[in-house]
């Protein structure tokens, strides 16, 4: 039997042991250390005490474009050339004007704030995602982010059940239930016009809606043209969506853990929802493997946490 002072030596050592667990573990001490002037309301959050991320994410303009914010004419002569846009400056103004007389004036979501704790799924398509039982962590998140032709029905057991915002283009849009945000990522300025049609009621007939019209966020271009230089170092002729997803997360989450991002277990860039056919399927524009670096590194640095799914054998 252990005597009273036997028993305080084990707990005194037990506790020792769990301390240097903590000290010997950065992201403990760092939050604890930080702590007190913390940049929001979770344990740990996304921009504390790293220079690193720090210089990342500095600079960044406004993530979304609202009635009292358009992107500056210099931003915009970067994004023309993304996908050829003929038409001026002015147009361009024009039309994010006419946008905002329908949807929200400011966009719907909650900026940074010391008492704002929002944890964050990104999901990407990627084939990994296949036969990972991700679904039900997932679904635990606040706010759960998919993109483009991304869907649920018949994947529930791996990518989950719930969206609250998906990203997409005219060209990979697909119709959102009334509470989904409808985040649109412009390339040119006929994704504006696609986006105004879309919710304008024509004059014969009922108007067939894609999403809640009071759930519509749009990406401000200059976005783009940051993570394209900060992020990527000018790599690629413009970051790809998910890249670009991951990046806007980080300004409406304070925790974000990323799904379906990669190759899969045979190194094909497929997505979950279809079967291969081009076994040669490469990054288009977009430089993927410097992409997919930057994500690893973000790992690392405990930014984000990277789900990697079925990628081993
Ligand atoms: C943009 O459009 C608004 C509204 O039509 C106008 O008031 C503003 O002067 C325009 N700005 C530029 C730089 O064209
Ligand atoms: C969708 O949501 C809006 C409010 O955001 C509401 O006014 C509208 O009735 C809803 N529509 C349906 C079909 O539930």
Redesign the pocket.
């Known amino acids: 039997m252990l005597s009273t002072i036997g028993k305080i030596w084990v707990v005194v050592t037990l506790l020792c042991i769990t301390a240097i667990g903590l000290l010997t573990r950065p992201s403990w001490s760092l939050s604890a250390f930080y702590r007190e002037s913390s940049s929001c309301a979770c344990r740990k959050c996304l921009t504390d005490g790293d220079p690193w991320f720090g210089e990342l994410i500095s600079g960044a303009p406004k993530p979304f474009l609202s009635r009292k914010y358009?992107t500056p004419?210099g931003a915009f002569n970067w994004w023309k050339h993304v996908q050829n846009e003929g038409r001026p400056?002015?147009f361009f103004?024009?039309t994010?004007?006419n946008l905002f007389q329908i949807f929200p004036p400011t966009p719907p979501f909650i900026e940074s704030s010391p008492s704002r704790c929002i944890t964050c799924a990104v999901v990407g398509n990627s084939g990994n995602l296949k036969g990972s039982h991700y679904g039900a962590l997932i679904d635990y998140h606040d706010i759960v982010i998919r993109m483009n032709r991304g869907r649920t029905k018949g994947y529930e057991e791996d990518v989950g059940t719930k969206t609250t915002h998906h990203v997409m283009y005219p060209e990979s849009a697909i119709n959102l239930g009334n509470t989904t945000h409808l985040v649109l990522f412009p390339f040119k300025i006929n994704d504006l016009l696609w986006l105004l049609r879309s919710f304008t009621p024509r004059e014969n007939g009922p108007v067939k809606t894609i999403a809640n019209k009071d759930l519509v966020m749009i990406l401000n271009p200059g976005f783009m043209k940051y993570v394209h230089e900060n992020w990527l170092g000018k790599k690629g002729r413009y970051p790809s969506t998910g890249f670009m997803t991951l990046a806007l997360s980080m300004h409406m989450c304070d925790e974000v853990n990323v799904f379906g991002f990669g190759a899969d277990r045979d190194g094909n860039w497929n997505h979950y929802f279809e079967v291969l056919r081009n076994k040669n399927y490469r990054t288009g524009p977009h430089s993927g493997t410097h992409e997919y670096e930057l994500i690893q590194q973000l790992h690392e640095h405990k930014k984000i946490q990277l789900f990697r799914g079925c990628r081993s054998q």
Do not use: F, L
């Open positions: 358009v004419e400056y002015s103004n024009t994010v004007h």
